[in-house]
Nanobody, 123 residues
Framework: QVQLVESGGGLVQAGGSLRLSCAAS????????MGWFRQAPGKEREFVAA????????LYVDSVKGRFTISRDNAKNTVYLQMNSLKPEDTALYYC????????????????WGQGTQVTVSS
């Protein structure tokens, strides 16, 4: 497993941007597929985006395609989520997660989780 710490959340107006970062510690970070998930109050945690260990392949939930970009820097053991054109419905606690099984959408495949960073988008 890897240990994960998210940062970069905050309060932003609709249409604005934020960049989330997730710093990982532990060995073999580049062997882990990484993902971002989010959980709004009263809702289940949902998949947002994922990236393969090499960073070549990515996946997104339809609601963020064209607005969010996931990337990683394996030299810095860090994964990012650039969020543009934010909407009030993007408001949630955002979690970074890692999986040893590659590029994954299934939340059950992730075995490493951060504590989350709050993103609030005002209308």
């Amino acid at each position: 497993q890897v240990q994960l710490v998210e940062s970069g959340g905050g309060l932003v107006q609709a249409g604005g941007s934020l960049r989330l970062s997730c710093a990982a510690s532990g060995r073999f970070f580049s062997n882990y597929g990484m993902g971002w998930f989010r959980q709004a109050p009263g809702k289940e945690r949902e998949f947002v985006a994922a990236i393969s260990g090499s960073g070549v392949r990515t996946l997104y939930v339809d609601s963020v395609k064209g607005r969010f970009t996931i990337s990683r820097d394996n030299a810095k053991n860090t994964v990012y989520l650039q969020m543009n054109s934010l909407k009030p419905e993007d408001t949630a606690l955002y979690y970074c997660a890692g999986t040893p099984t590659g590029l994954e959408v299934d939340i059950r495949k992730y075995n490493s989780w951060g504590q989350g960073t709050q993103v609030t988008v005002s209308s």
